[in-house]
């Protein structure tokens, strides 16, 4: 039997985030306002704050926005790196070099490099990531796969 707390309880039209920004700075919580083509959202620090306590947050000062499962994760999961032949995807396979060093290999449907960002679905789905908005700004290398 699972018990939800109040942290795996989100309002219809929520999402649960990690913001990454482009100086280094994590900051997780929740939004109810994102879209790929705005300059701005909101985010709330909880659940409870979703509509009163909100901060905003600008999209030009991200590298990018994590759609997770959980906030904790599993530090001790072993991330799948490679694609399998027997792999079904979705889009175009994707390797994303972050100008900080980081890499991520998914998949992408709306990758252009004159955009300001792009989704990734990150090739693992049993990871923590559902998907990842990539600012184009913060993006070193896009290699397809």
């Known amino acids: 039997m699972t018990i939800n707390t109040s942290e795996d309880k989100k309002p219809i039209g929520s999402a649960k985030i990690v913001?990454?920004?482009a100086d280094g700075r994590i900051v997780k919580g929740y939004t109810h306002d994102f879209y790929p083509n705005k300059p701005l959202f909101h985010m709330a620090s909880s659940i409870d704050d979703i509509s009163k306590e909100e901060a905003i947050i600008q999209i030009k000062d991200l590298k990018a926005v994590f759609f997770v499962k959980d906030f904790t994760g599993d530090a001790s999961y072993n991330e799948k790196k490679e694609f399998c032949a027997t792999d079904q995807v979705h889009g175009r396979k994707i390797e994303v070099q972050f100008k900080d060093g980081e890499i991520l290999i998914g998949?992408?449907?709306?990758?252009?490099?004159?955009?300001?960002g792009?989704?990734?679905?990150?090739?693992?789905?049993?990871?923590?990531?559902?998907?990842?908005?990539?600012?184009?700004?913060?993006?070193?290398k896009v290699r397809f796969l």
């Not at 998949?107 to 300001?116: A, C, K, L, N």
């Not at 792009?118 to 070193?140: C, H, M, Q, T, Y």
């Open 19 to 21: 913001v990454r920004f």
């Open 107 to 116: 998949t992408t449907v709306g990758y252009t490099p004159d955009r300001p």
């Open 118 to 140: 792009f989704f990734l679905l990150p090739i693992d789905a049993k990871g923590n990531n559902e998907r990842v908005f990539i600012i184009s700004a913060a993006v070193k």
